[in-house]
């Protein structure tokens, strides 16, 4: 894989990550997608395009807006660094595909780019409000099924349907043995619905190890924070982003995350 490629890629994600970083605010404050300028959430002054560069303009503004000087959400940059991290992924693993066609090779470029995407934007709003917009979940559902069927997949058909089964009905289960015991849910929809397209994309064998991680990710995570802010064990704890970075990593490290699960 050439420096300059890998450059590119972490580049074009950075842009990437801040597009959706605006994608994910406005799905939640439900304003247009397109035709809006950026503007401060705060004092609604129009952001000029100096203050818009990735990761650059919120360290040069130390986080404040330049106008009133209210305080930046650091999930502005940690997405915009997120949006970067996934284009090196995408670009290793189209890199690692063995003897695809320029059709193959651009078909799972565009579903692994929409997968991607809708994950960064469950991101943010999962830790800005801990939930999933519903077209972000269509979107990717749909993208995996028209890869699956056109074969740009490294599954088939029938283990991308598999996968999406095992996602879903794995956390449905969790999620109702929780309230049958604990009379609380202890997973949301969103969650489930996410697991599914993961299993979609990746089959029974991805899904079951992208869950493996995310879950001790969250686990270990969860009792941090919860140990250093003292709040109650009953308190929400957000799951999509600790999906996203094992399925980050599942690009990366597909064979070494197999190996190292098997081996537990």
């Not at 066609?101 to 943010?124: H, K, P, Q």
């Not at 939930?131 to 074969?151: D, F, H, N, Q, T």
């Amino acid at each position: 894989m050439e420096i300059e490629t890998l450059l590119l890629f972490a580049c074009g994600g950075l842009l990437w990550g801040s597009f959706l970083n605006m994608c994910g605010y406005r799905l939640l404050s439900g304003d247009s997608l397109l035709g809006l300028r950026s503007c401060c959430p705060h004092c609604k002054k129009t952001i000029a395009p100096y203050d818009l560069i990735p990761v650059v303009s919120y360290a040069v503004l130390r986080g404040r807006c330049r106008n009133c000087t209210h305080s930046i959400s650091v999930l502005y940059p940690a997405i915009e660094l997120l949006g970067a991290v996934a284009g090196v992924a995408l670009c290793y693993d189209l890199t690692m595909m063995p003897a695809a066609s320029m059709t193959e090779l651009v078909g799972r470029g565009v579903a692994y780019s929409i997968v991607l995407s809708g994950f960064i934007i469950a991101t943010r709003t999962d830790l800005e409000a801990l939930v999933v917009p519903r077209i972000v979940i269509w979107g990717m559902g749909l993208a995996g099924s028209i890869a699956a069927v056109a074969g740009v997949l490294p599954v088939t058909v029938l283990a991308s349907c598999i996968g999406g089964i095992v996602g879903y009905g794995s956390l449905w289960l969790l999620n109702a043995l929780s309230v049958r015991f604990t009379g609380r849910e202890g997973i949301g929809e969103g969650d489930m619905e996410l697991l599914a397209v993961v299993g979609t994309f990746w089959g029974p064998i991805g899904v079951w190890a992208v869950a493996f991680m995310s879950s001790i990710l969250g686990v270990a995570c969860a009792l941090i924070y919860l140990a250093l802010t003292g709040q109650s064990r009953y308190t929400r704890i957000p799951f999509i982003p600790f999906m996203t970075a094992s399925s980050i990593a599942y690009l990366f490290l597909q064979q070494e995350m197999l190996c190292w699960l098997w081996a537990v």
